[in-house]
Nanobody
């Protein structure tokens, strides 16, 4: 049974630096690319950052220089270090992973964790 579990969200003051975690229970699959997405109230879901197995990171322009994505493959865990948070970063943050079995890739999602930036 594949499961992605996020943690680390909550209420954060502007300028805060929380870290989100996502741990994958991967079963028989291998974990390929991993991504963080977010969805703010009334807006479409957007990809925030992505990291393939090679570790080369890619970021949305809105978070570049403030957020850092990383992964520890041995722990099947991905992180999102968020710095200098702004109220505009308030959203539900979702973990997303591409899992592979043989030649087939499938997308899996976590349940989301709320991050609210407010004083």
């Amino acid at each position: 049974q594949v499961q992605l579990v996020e943690s680390g969200g909550g209420l954060v003051q502007p300028g805060g630096s929380p870290r989100l975690s996502c741990t994958v229970s991967r079963g028989k699959y291998s974990v390929e690319e991993m991504r963080w997405h977010r969805q703010a109230p009334g807006k479409q879901r957007e990809m925030v950052a992505q990291i393939p197995t090679s570790g080369v990171q890619n970021y949305a322009e809105s978070v570049k220089g403030r957020f850092t994505i990383s992964r520890v493959n041995a722990k099947n865990t991905m992180y999102l270090q968020m710095n200098s948070l702004e109220p505009e970063d308030t959203a539900v943050y979702y973990c997303n992973a591409v899992l592979r079995w043989g030649k087939r890739d499938s997308d899996y999602w976590g349940q989301g964790t709320q991050v609210t930036v407010s004083s």
